[in-house]
């Protein structure tokens, strides 16, 4: 994994504000890397970025001479009619600047809804890599801003859909079912830490293969008439994650991480006894 995004998955997320699980960030990372290996080339965008924590994993996923479109309301919160989140641009230009830079960023500010795909072409100057719908919760912007990306996504491009299964914002889902009716190209390839996934039916399996080996189990599922894979996540445990920090490994040898671990044993090794006198 690339040094910026991996310092950024471990460390910089916790430091901005928004939506975006361990498990979430994986799968994309997992599905860029797939594209790039295919060759897939192109912009990223998203429509509702807020301040920043999805778009700027997207933007470190990028590379010159790709853009990154962010398009969000801003300054125009009164038009947030459902109050998902509240773009800040000061915010988000700070936390962008502070995790990754901001030499191919094009800032969108203003109402999704006035936006169509051969606009985000033009902003992107070209068709869409990866894009990412979270502007908007009701039926009608979410509807809108899915016709908007697929019109803009190039043929091995990816869509990231959030909250379709969130029993808080029922009107993505039902966004999500009234473009669908409208038969769009793309189809839907994987469900998983609240998101779902979806790209040209060409690319299809190559995706749910890729998404599927991220999380490391999945079953199959049907979604809009479509087999889709629902990523299952195993997580490390505490112990484990802790093993694997850079500053465990650091001090597990000094005078402090010497008898961390024998308390650590020891206060297993009595553990084990004391279940298996229970088990009598
Ligand atoms: C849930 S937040 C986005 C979270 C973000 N993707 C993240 O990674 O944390 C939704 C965002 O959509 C923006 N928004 C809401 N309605 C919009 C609209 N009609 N057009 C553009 N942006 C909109 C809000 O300002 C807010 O920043």
């Known amino acids: 994994m690339d040094a910026r995004v991996e310092n950024y998955l471990r460390r910089g997320r916790f430091y901005v504000e928004g939506w975006l699980r361990t498990e979430a960030a ?125 019109a803009a996504l190039a043929e091995g491009g990816i869509v990231i859909v959030d909250d379709v299964f969130n029993e808080q914002w029922p009107g993505v889902g039902d966004g999500v079912r009234r473009w669908f009716e409208r038969r769009p190209n793309l189809v839907p390839f994987a469900i998983g830490a609240n998101k779902t996934y979806f790209c040209r039916p060409s690319h299809r399996d190559v ?27 195993a997580r490390p445990g505490f112990k484990d994650r802790l093993a694997a920090s850079p500053l465990w490994r650091q001090v597990r040898t000094t005078p402090v991480g010497l008898p961390l671990r024998w308390a650590w044993h020891t206060g297993r090794r009595l553990r084990r006894g004391l279940a298996r006198r229970e088990d009598f």
């Open 26 to 150: 994986l799968t994309v990372i997992a599905l860029a890397d797939r594209q790039r290996a295919l060759g897939v080339n192109g912009g990223t965008a998203e429509i509702g970025v807020h301040h920043g924590k999805l778009f700027i994993l997207l933007y470190l996923l990028s590379r010159s001479p790709e853009r990154a479109v962010a398009v969000d309301l801003f300054d125009d919160q009164h038009l947030n009619i459902d109050q998902s989140g509240a773009g800040d641009l000061a915010r988000f230009r700070h936390n962008l600047e502070r995790h990754a830079g901001s030499d191919r960023l094009v800032l969108k500010p203003g109402n999704s809804l006035a936006l169509c795909g051969a606009d985000l072409v033009r902003l992107a100057d070209g068709p869409l890599r990866l894009a990412s719908v979270d502007g908007g919760h009701t039926a009608e912007i979410a509807a809108h801003d899915l016709a908007t990306v697929e």
């Open 207 to 233: 995706y749910r293969q890729a998404a599927v080996a991220a999380a490391g189990a999945a079953t199959t599922t049907e979604f809009l008439g479509e087999a889709v894979a629902f990523l299952q996540f």
